[in-house]
């Protein structure tokens, strides 16, 4: 399984990004996948962002982004979305695409759970 991660950029305060995540050797609406977006801030542990699980759909978000991010898969082009809006600048980080093998709902949360991990892509948002 392989992750690529893009999209990131500088955007102002109040902006919109889109991430994408292309996956190879693994099918994003497959069963037993959850495909979820973490973020590592300077000095700052990884944080859950936002995962989708394959067999019954069941999305999750981290408090400080619901209702502001939203996570989707493109069966099309294999790949998973972050939309992003409203902007702030404690979003800036690097975001991480993930993707983990038969996860119960409690475990969609914790990165330790994902086994595969995409590279990275950097957000700023900053005026």
């Known amino acids: 399984v392989q992750l690529q991660a893009s999209g990131g950029g500088l955007v102002q305060p109040g902006g919109s990004l889109r991430l994408s995540c292309a996956a190879s050797?693994?099918?994003?609406?497959?069963?037993?996948?959850?495909m979820a977006w973490f973020r590592q801030a300077p000095g700052k542990e990884r944080e859950f962002v936002a995962a989708?699980?394959?067999?019954?759909?069941?999305?999750k978000y981290d408090d400080s982004v619901k209702g502001r991010f939203a996570i989707s898969r493109d069966n099309a082009k294999n790949t998973v979305n972050l939309q992003m809006n409203t902007l702030k600048p404690e979003d800036t980080a690097v975001y991480y695409c993930?993707?983990?093998?038969?996860?119960?709902?409690?475990?969609?949360?914790?990165?330790?759970?994902?086994?595969?991990w995409g590279q990275g892509t950097q957000v700023t948002v900053s005026s």
């Open positions: 989708i699980r394959g067999r019954d759909s069941n999305i």
């Open positions: 993930a993707a983990g093998l038969r996860l119960i709902s409690s475990s969609m949360r914790g990165d330790q759970h994902y086994a595969y």
């Open positions: 050797g693994v099918t994003v609406t497959d069963r037993d996948y959850t």
